[in-house]
């Protein structure tokens, strides 16, 4: 009876492991399916709005069970010199890991392209979702990817603190 409970119970933690990993890397992303207008925006210099960038090659994922899980992978002709003249950048963007399937978006590539400036983080829509950024990063090559990251505010406010004077108001059960 003990080796029988002995497996049981090992049986059990693998099972359960596997079901984890999988609901983790798997289970909640879904495809992103393009609109051909709204899919790549960066905030322009000049308005302070987000505005669309040519692009092609588009492949994206995101899943409802997180608000950060937005990955995106894409082609652009914009040069840097174009986009450093017209797009805000963004100095505090860290690109977030993507699951291993998803295989256009690699996080530690992309952030030694950002530290070694063959890549240009640029803010893409502040507050897509409250405290939450789309960032959009364009190599010197012309591939892109766009990612949501938390902003300094929900950091705050995530946190359970009240939000600084200088934050917008959070949405009420936030």
């Not at 963004?90 to 256009?104: H, I, K, Q, R």
């Amino acid at each position: 009876m003990g080796k029988f409970l002995t497996v049981l119970l090992l049986v059990s933690a693998i099972g359960g492991g596997a079901l984890m990993y999988y609901q983790q890397v798997y289970a909640y992303y879904e495809e992103v399916t393009p609109n051909g207008e709204t899919d790549v925006q960066i905030t322009s210099l000049i308005t302070g709005a987000p505005e669309p960038v040519v692009y092609d090659d588009f492949h994206a994922i995101d899943a409802d069970s997180s608000p950060i899980r937005y990955r995106a992978c894409f082609n652009t002709s914009a040069s840097h010199a174009m986009l450093t003249e017209t797009y805000v950048l963004d100095e505090a963007a860290v690109p977030l890991t993507a699951p291993g399937w998803f295989d256009c978006f690699d996080a530690k590539e992309i952030g030694k392209a950002m530290e070694e400036g063959r890549a240009l983080a640029f803010i893409g829509t502040e507050n897509i979702e409250y405290g939450i950024d789309r960032v959009v990063a364009i190599h010197e090559d012309g591939r892109g990817w766009a990612w949501d990251q938390i902003n300094p505010c929900g950091k705050i406010v995530f946190d359970g603190q009240p939000a600084p004077a200088d934050c917008p108001t959070p949405p009420q059960g936030i």
